[in-house]
């Protein structure tokens, strides 16, 4: 396993995770239900930014690797699911949505994976469907877990619900772009099988 900041910056997301999650669940009085939003909507938000920084980092430095390539999508899955989970148990997001999302995710990953065996994952490559989904839900999700006014003018409550929303018909939406791309290869190989 290689080691270098970039994947080292993933691993920092990875640990940053339940700290996401644990900050609801901390048996603390002195921390106000506003006061754990805004500590996990500030973890969050440096888990993200470590995501970006680390794929930027992985490029210009010609550090990437098979390795990295393999956690970086997990440390993102993982913490996007991690913040859903506590959103349903929050009651700020509908479990369907959550498994749209959640479901969606593990749906690509196999995808990719399959794909990767049968020497076509270029068939599956991230699309621009795939990248603005992804900035509404990293968007939304923070929004979600902060959960009240920001500079008393923007409403976390419903811009996250919205972009969360728009997130989920993009999320199924580039599901079944990746499918119907990697389709013909999926029926192929399956005449293959025993």
Known sequence: MPLNI????????????PLVVGVFYLPVT???????????????????????????LARRWNETSSFGAFLDPVADKLMVAGALLVLVQLDRVNAVVAFII?????????????????GASKSVAVSSIGKIK????????????YYDSLFGVIDTRFWGQCLLAVAAVLTVWSMFYYLRKAWP???ENSKNLP
Request: aromatic share 12%; charged share 15%.
């Open 6 to 17: 970039p994947i080292l910056l993933t691993w920092l997301r990875v640990a940053l995770i």
């Open 30 to 56: 002195w921390m106000s239900p506003f006061d754990k939003g805004l500590a996990s909507t500030c973890v969050f938000v440096i888990a993200a930014a470590t995501d970006w920084f680390d794929g930027f």
């Open 102 to 118: 959640i479901g969606r995710e593990i749906t690509i990953s196999a995808l990719r994976e399959w794909m990767a065996q049968l």
């Open 134 to 145: 992804t900035a509404a839900q990293m968007t939304a999700i923070p929004m979600l877990l």
């Open 185 to 187: 290869l999926m029926k």
